[in-house]
């Protein structure tokens, strides 16, 4: 068995396999991922146990589920909200910390699978320090890899940590790599639903509301990825954390347009030859994948029946009205730390958007002159990356009055 992103020789793969239960961590414990992860722990209750359980500001949520699944510690990102997780958790025995760096440190307990679900470039410190320490890495959060993958990766090579791919595109291909060697590959084919505006108007999206924004079409997440996917940012990430994830060439990386989600992602090889991985969309595979690997856990999720009528269509993207999906390709292909500029004007944006300050199209004019205005790294050491983010942030914010 060879693990097929870092080629991890079958010794360290079988450290995850063994028969006793597994320890997690879960940073971004309250959100749409975490819940979810949450859910498959709880089914499955003989093989976890839970170190230790994060979240930004929910310390009520927090403590019911740290509670529930008998976590040994629960940390809240925002210290004013430390009396309230206190208070919840009351005589539990479990821990109780509150801070950036309480934090980091959770992740630092030893855990052997980490589930990396912080949203956002917040989510990489964390996910650093977990990696460090060699744990297993369920890779939710995709905007680690954006901002910081030439360095992430390089580290979980020297380590020799496993990097479970969790999004459902790159867990697809994740899946479908073990059909062939990594050298055969030519390509790898990312689908994207189009969101909930594949087929409106420049004039209709300009004038979309936060609510129509957040109805997407096939998939139930965190309201930022939500509207990432309604600008196509989301996949123009994506490209990015595919790079990086399976060592590709920006070139080998293409979208396609598929509505009804059922193909979650497709490797071609040197022959022709496609591999696609397949199932009805829903977070819950993925993420029972990347808890059980090497090995599956048998579901009674709803299985796609082909006996049914219906229809599996693809689309080139419209570039052209999404050029969020323009942008994030000159950053996959420049490099350096544009990638991690363009994450970070992202973030303000849809920040921006979710609170009405901004309109729809205006997100895609943020990040563009974001990525104008902040000084090109070519090889940003850590800190440049952080120094990056900020900048970028700084910038972009002061483009709108926040
Ligand atoms: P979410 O908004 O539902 O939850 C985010 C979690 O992170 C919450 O627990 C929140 O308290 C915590 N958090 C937010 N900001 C934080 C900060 N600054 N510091 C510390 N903790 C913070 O998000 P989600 O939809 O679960 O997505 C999580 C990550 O997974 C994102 O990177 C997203 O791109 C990725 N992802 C999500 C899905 C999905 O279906 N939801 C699919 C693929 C990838
Ligand atoms: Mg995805």
Known sequence: MVNPMTAVPSAQVATVSRAGELSLTLLGATGSIGSSTL???RKNRDRFRVEAVTAQRSAAALAKLARDVGARLAVVGDESCYGELKDALGNSGIEAAAGEEAIVDAARRPAEWVMAAITGAAGLRPTMTALERG????LANKECLVCAGALFMRRAQEIGAIVLPVDSEHNAIFQALSAGRRADVSRIILTASGGPFRTASLEQMRAATVQQALRHPNWSMGAKITIDSATLMNKGLEMIEAKWLFNLQPGQVQVVIHPQSIIHSMIQFEDGSIKAQMGLPDMKLPIQYALAFPRRIASSFPRYDFRKPGTLTFEEPDVKTFRNLTLATEALFKGGNLPCVLNAANEIAVF????????????TDLVERTMQHVPFIEHPTLEEYFESDGEALNFAASLIKL
Not at 135 to 138: L, Q
Not at 352 to 363: S, T, V
């Open 39 to 41: 859910d498959l722990v």
């Open 135 to 138: 744990a297993t890495i369920a």
């Open 352 to 363: 921006a958007f979710l609170r009405n300050r901004i309109g729809f199209l205006d997100m």
